[in-house]
């Protein structure tokens, strides 16, 4: 979701403002002790180091990738990027580059079956009928292919599949009439606009088919349907029947109703879907002060202390159990009278397998509680356990990782849920320590581990506790805290896995210093608000695993990309553009590509080696628009270590600092703006059709700056997109083909 914005602006205040991670971080001194060997030859240079660059390649480092070989080997052609990059826009629309076309496909509030009518778009749409549309906030998406016989998984059909969507969050002015939206009180919520908000939410599974060379949704499909924030929801894995998740509704702790803040997602090697619970936390109306000691070390460290809840939810004037489970205080004589435990049963990467309408989504607790972004399959191998990357979206919070506890078998390909049940229920989750020195631990965090058993902020009653409380666990460990990890990544060329890093407005403050992996502080102005510090613009990290064995625990990384203005502000009067350049635009951007704020990271799996970057910015807004950008990124280690240095501003009483991280190679044409979105918009989910021509990409949130005071003014809305005029906005799914019927981008 956008977080980015002045909170002035913002109604929901997710957990990804603040961060909620207090806990102490290796200082840097033991993160330089740190340091293996094979870096020895850098840590004795680095005195000498200021602006100056050193390589870094490191012999072996490219050997035994996924394809068996160097990227230096010629094995493929060089892959190019076929377009002309497109410009920086402000506009309120959809620019893509010449011979290309993007053509709405899906949006708010399109009626998934043929019994809903039209959208009348004006916040008299029923509740109950959203349970039948489009939801709000298109976010992370999968296509599966249908087979010839339309009842099954055929991950090669290009004309015909599903698309499971997620449905992150809401403009909650653009659902209701101007009279609801001023009458608005979050202490008091009328109960079918609560309804209506809660079907927004969720996830969309929907069958496509290209007709006459055009894709539309097949309103006909009988697997067409929607999941929402109020859908029945098992629970699976080591958290199933924990004390922990005993709520009203399932006294026995195996089910809860809904998924929530579905932000990005994943799909597996047996074709279902990933949707992953983001910033559920501020959702629920806390009652934190009701809980214990202990519960309230978790609540807080979850961040699960509104007063209110973000759209009061709980605070419905019509008595009920649908509002009163959004309120997590203690209210009865137990656990199993009142929803005391209804966070718990939040923030899970969630299964949903496309091919079964009827089956109810799998909440997956081996795979750890948190903030979930994304998650992603590293590369399937036969008879090697399966891995999937995950990233934290808060300030300052952890990278993750899952091993399955069984060995891949390609007969399970096609067993649907009962296949998570056997990858997805047992396994191992690590998270992420990256060293000064450009190489990594995975560290276990497991209920055996010295620093979890004996932790002295959270006692740890057993294991399904910790994956309940996997940031504290994490904590315990020493991970390192990370500038929002958002989207994981895995290029299928050379088994690299990225992240992207969105920004961090508290990097460089007390007790969030810099270090190798989060590097930079510095100001950026922007016009018409305060300047920004910290990690203003995100970059990109990227590892490679030792051996290229997913599995392993122990990595090389090194930043693939940061994000800057090609040039120094001018209003940022305390950076001359030499200073700026060295030491902020440490990727050398340009006009051409450059961009603020990445968060989606995806890999054509057509065309290995092709990323697509989005972003979801407030920062550099003031110049441009959320954008999308197609990249041919190298390998880790490409590029040189830098001597960074973050000069602050004297006014604010800060030191500088200086830290060396390790900068992959400046990526020239090899990274190009592909596509601008309209305005208030930020661009999120991709996936593409198999032949890789059809490429399926979300404008999320348009116009989300409009004032609830002018809702009843549609001249002021901030946007008007898709439909023009002045149509209240709508998050649009977007089909992108290339005019000559070629694959796109490449
Ligand atoms: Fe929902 Fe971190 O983006
Ligand atoms: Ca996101
Ligand atoms: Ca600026």
């Given at each position: 979701m956008n977080d980015k914005l002045p909170m002035t602006k913002r109604e929901f205040q997710s957990a990804d403002d603040t961060g909620h991670n207090n806990s102490d971080s290796p200082s840097f001194t033991s993160i330089l002790e740190a340091r293996m060997s094979r870096r020895s030859v850098l840590k004795g240079s680095l005195g000498l180091l200021t602006t100056s660059m050193l390589s870094f390649g490191i012999a072996g480092c490219n050997d035994g990738g996924s394809d068996g070989g160097s990227d230096d080997d010629n094995e493929t052609p060089p892959l190019t990027l076929s377009f002309n990059p497109i410009a920086k826009s402000l506009a309120d629309m959809v620019v893509v580059p010449a011979g290309y076309t993007a053509t709405p496909l899906y949006r708010l509030g399109d009626p998934i079956n043929t019994s809903t009518p039209a959208y009348l778009n004006d916040g008299t749409d029923t509740a109950a009928s959203f349970q039948y549309r489009c939801g709000d906030h298109n976010d992370g998406m999968s296509y599966f292919g249908l087979n010839s016989a339309g009842n099954g998984w055929d991950a090669s059909n290009s004309e015909r599949g599903i698309i499971c969507m997620n449905h992150?969050?809401?403009?909650?002015?653009?659902?209701?009439?101007p009279e609801e939206v001023a009458a608005y009180n979050v202490s008091a919520r009328v109960a079918a606009e609560v309804d209506k908000e809660v079907h927004a939410h969720g996830v969309s599974v929907i069958e496509i088919q290209k007709k006459s060379g055009v894709f539309a949704v097949n309103t006909g499909s009988s697997f067409n349907h929607r999941i929402t924030a109020a859908t029945p929801c098992d629970i699976y894995g080591p958290a199933r029947s924990h004390a922990l998740m005993v709520t009203a509704y399932s006294p026995n702790g195996t089910q809860t109703r809904g998924t929530l803040n579905n932000c990005a997602n994943g799909d597996t090697p047996w074709g279902t879907y990933l949707t992953c619970e983001e910033n559920w936390a501020g959702y629920f109306k806390s009652g934190v002060a009701t809980h214990t000691a202990q519960e309230q070390v978790a609540m807080q460290r979850y961040g699960v202390t509104s007063s209110n809840g973000s759209y009061g939810w709980a605070n419905s004037t019509t008595a009920g159990d649908l509002y009163d489970r959004w309120n997590a205080g203690v209210t009865g004589a137990s656990a199993n009278l009142d929803y005391r435990n209804i966070t718990n049963t939040f923030g899970w990467v969630v299964e949903v397998d496309p091919?079964?309408?009827s089956a109810a989504p799998r909440k997956r607790t081996a795979l750890g509680r948190m903030g979930h972004e994304g998650c992603c399959c590293a590369k399937v191998t036969a008879g090697k356990p399966l891995v999937f990357y995950m990233g934290d979206d808060a300030q300052n919070e952890y990278i993750y990782k899952y091993v399955s506890a069984a060995n891949w078998d390609s007969a399970d390909a096609n067993k649907g849920m009962a296949a998570g049940d056997k990858y997805l229920d047992k396994g191992t989750l690590y998270v992420a320590r990256f060293n000064a020195d450009g190489t990594g631990n995975w560290l276990k965090l497991d209920i055996a581990e010295a620093a979890i058993a004996g932790y002295a902020t959270y006692s740890f009653a057993n294991q399904a506790d910790v994956l309940i409380n996997c940031r504290l666990a994490a904590d315990a460990m020493g991970a390192t805290k990370m500038d929002r990890p958002e989207w994981t990544g895995i290029n299928?060329?050379?088994g690299d896995v990225y992240v992207t890093l969105t920004n961090n407005s508290s990097r460089g403050s007390a007790g969030k210093g810099l270090d190798a992996a989060n590097p930079r502080y510095y100001q950026d102005s922007k016009a018409g608000n305060s300047p920004n510090k910290g990690n203003v613009n995100g970059h990109i990290l990227r590892w490679r695993e030792n051996g290229s064995d997913p599995t392993a625990t122990s990595f090389v990384w090194d930043v693939y990309l940061f994000g800057a203005q090609a040039k120094a502000d001018t209003a940022n009067v305390n950076y001359d553009e030499a200073f700026y350049q060295a030491h902020i635009n440490l990727s050398d951007l340009t006009d051409d590509n450059d961009f603020s704020s990445p968060d989606g990271l995806w890999f054509s799996r057509k065309t290995p080696g092709l990323m697509w970057l989005q972003t979801d910015d407030g920062a550099y807004t003031d110049m441009t628009n959320c954008m999308l950008l197609a990249a041919l990124p190298g390998t880790v280690s490409d590029g040189a270590a830098v001597a960074v240095t973050?000069?602050?501003?004297?006014a604010n009483g800060d030191a500088d600092q200086s830290v060396t991280t390790y900068v992959g190679k400046a990526p020239g044409d090899k990274l190009k703006r592909f596509l601008v979105g309209p305005k208030g918009c930020e661009l999120t989910g991709i996936t593409e059709t198999p032949d890789g021509k059809a490429l399926f990409v979300n404008i999320q949130h348009p116009g989300e700056n409009t004032t609830a005071a002018n809702i009843g003014t549609p001249a002021n809305y901030e946007s008007h997109y898709?439909?023009?005029?002045t149509a209240r906005p709508r998050s649009t799914t977007l089909v992108i083909t290339r005019n000559d019927g070629g694959p796109v981008g490449v």
């Amino acid at each position: 979701m956008n977080d980015k914005l002045p909170m002035t602006k913002r109604e929901f205040q997710s957990a990804d403002d603040t961060g909620h991670n207090n806990s102490d971080s290796p200082s840097f001194t033991s993160i330089l002790e740190a340091r293996m060997s094979r870096r020895s030859v850098l840590k004795g240079s680095l005195g000498l180091l200021t602006t100056s660059m050193l390589s870094f390649g490191i012999a072996g480092c490219n050997d035994g990738g996924s394809d068996g070989g160097s990227d230096d080997d010629n094995e493929t052609p060089p892959l190019t990027l076929s377009f002309n990059p497109i410009a920086k826009s402000l506009a309120d629309m959809v620019v893509v580059p010449a011979g290309y076309t993007a053509t709405p496909l899906y949006r708010l509030g399109d009626p998934i079956n043929t019994s809903t009518p039209a959208y009348l778009n004006d916040g008299t749409d029923t509740a109950a009928s959203f349970q039948y549309r489009c939801g709000d906030h298109n976010d992370g998406m999968s296509y599966f292919g249908l087979n010839s016989a339309g009842n099954g998984w055929d991950a090669s059909n290009s004309e015909r599949g599903i698309i499971c969507m997620n449905h992150e969050n809401i403009t909650r002015i653009f659902l209701h009439t101007p009279e609801e939206v001023a009458a608005y009180n979050v202490s008091a919520r009328v109960a079918a606009e609560v309804d209506k908000e809660v079907h927004a939410h969720g996830v969309s599974v929907i069958e496509i088919q290209k007709k006459s060379g055009v894709f539309a949704v097949n309103t006909g499909s009988s697997f067409n349907h929607r999941i929402t924030a109020a859908t029945p929801c098992d629970i699976y894995g080591p958290a199933r029947s924990h004390a922990l998740m005993v709520t009203a509704y399932s006294p026995n702790g195996t089910q809860t109703r809904g998924t929530l803040n579905n932000c990005a997602n994943g799909d597996t090697p047996w074709g279902t879907y990933l949707t992953c619970e983001e910033n559920w936390a501020g959702y629920f109306k806390s009652g934190v002060a009701t809980h214990t000691a202990q519960e309230q070390v978790a609540m807080q460290r979850y961040g699960v202390t509104s007063s209110n809840g973000s759209y009061g939810w709980a605070n419905s004037t019509t008595a009920g159990d649908l509002y009163d489970r959004w309120n997590a205080g203690v209210t009865g004589a137990s656990a199993n009278l009142d929803y005391r435990n209804i966070t718990n049963t939040f923030g899970w990467v969630v299964e949903v397998d496309p091919f079964s309408p009827s089956a109810a989504p799998r909440k997956r607790t081996a795979l750890g509680r948190m903030g979930h972004e994304g998650c992603c399959c590293a590369k399937v191998t036969a008879g090697k356990p399966l891995v999937f990357y995950m990233g934290d979206d808060a300030q300052n919070e952890y990278i993750y990782k899952y091993v399955s506890a069984a060995n891949w078998d390609s007969a399970d390909a096609n067993k649907g849920m009962a296949a998570g049940d056997k990858y997805l229920d047992k396994g191992t989750l690590y998270v992420a320590r990256f060293n000064a020195d450009g190489t990594g631990n995975w560290l276990k965090l497991d209920i055996a581990e010295a620093a979890i058993a004996g932790y002295a902020t959270y006692s740890f009653a057993n294991q399904a506790d910790v994956l309940i409380n996997c940031r504290l666990a994490a904590d315990a460990m020493g991970a390192t805290k990370m500038d929002r990890p958002e989207w994981t990544g895995i290029n299928p060329a050379n088994g690299d896995v990225y992240v992207t890093l969105t920004n961090n407005s508290s990097r460089g403050s007390a007790g969030k210093g810099l270090d190798a992996a989060n590097p930079r502080y510095y100001q950026d102005s922007k016009a018409g608000n305060s300047p920004n510090k910290g990690n203003v613009n995100g970059h990109i990290l990227r590892w490679r695993e030792n051996g290229s064995d997913p599995t392993a625990t122990s990595f090389v990384w090194d930043v693939y990309l940061f994000g800057a203005q090609a040039k120094a502000d001018t209003a940022n009067v305390n950076y001359d553009e030499a200073f700026y350049q060295a030491h902020i635009n440490l990727s050398d951007l340009t006009d051409d590509n450059d961009f603020s704020s990445p968060d989606g990271l995806w890999f054509s799996r057509k065309t290995p080696g092709l990323m697509w970057l989005q972003t979801d910015d407030g920062a550099y807004t003031d110049m441009t628009n959320c954008m999308l950008l197609a990249a041919l990124p190298g390998t880790v280690s490409d590029g040189a270590a830098v001597a960074v240095t973050s000069k602050v501003v004297p006014a604010n009483g800060d030191a500088d600092q200086s830290v060396t991280t390790y900068v992959g190679k400046a990526p020239g044409d090899k990274l190009k703006r592909f596509l601008v979105g309209p305005k208030g918009c930020e661009l999120t989910g991709i996936t593409e059709t198999p032949d890789g021509k059809a490429l399926f990409v979300n404008i999320q949130h348009p116009g989300e700056n409009t004032t609830a005071a002018n809702i009843g003014t549609p001249a002021n809305y901030e946007s008007h997109y898709p439909d023009g005029g002045t149509a209240r906005p709508r998050s649009t799914t977007l089909v992108i083909t290339r005019n000559d019927g070629g694959p796109v981008g490449v």
